[in-house]
């Protein structure tokens, strides 16, 4: 074995040196634990707050499938037809509802006289157009 050049240290100074490594490894530790708290603090951020938004969501999107049920058939509206005082039916539900009045008949869900068209060609647009856009 060749001997190795250059300065040959003395124990102290190698036990300086490895007390100086050890201190930095130490310093190391800390950071790298400290940033694994960070990660799983910012993962339980992002968890919860994706499990409110998609609970969130899921309400909203109860209750505009909700809304676009028929109060009659409790169906989702087919033709939806709104009434003078707003309220929205199934076309045929509507009709069921007045056949034996001559078009006359009262909203189911606040009782106000309705009297319906010979003809309905015109529905409700807007309801339509949201349910075509939940299937
Ligand atoms: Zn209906
Ligand atoms: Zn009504």
Known sequence: MEKQSGTISTVAEEEEHSAILQKEYEE???DL???SQQKSKMEEIYKSSRRRLVREI???ENAVESAL???ICY?????PFTLPCQHTFCIE???KLSRNQENY????FCSKPFRLPQTVTEYNYVI???KSIFG
Do not use: A, F, S
């Open 58 to 60: 899921k309400r909203k």
């Open 128 to 130: 339509e157009d949201i």
């Open 33 to 35: 634990m400290q940033i």
């Open 105 to 108: 008949g009262l909203c189911p």
């Open 93 to 95: 539900c509507i009709r």
């Open 28 to 30: 190391v530790k800390r």
């Open 69 to 71: 049920l028929c109060r």
């Open 75 to 79: 169906d989702k509206m087919v033709r």
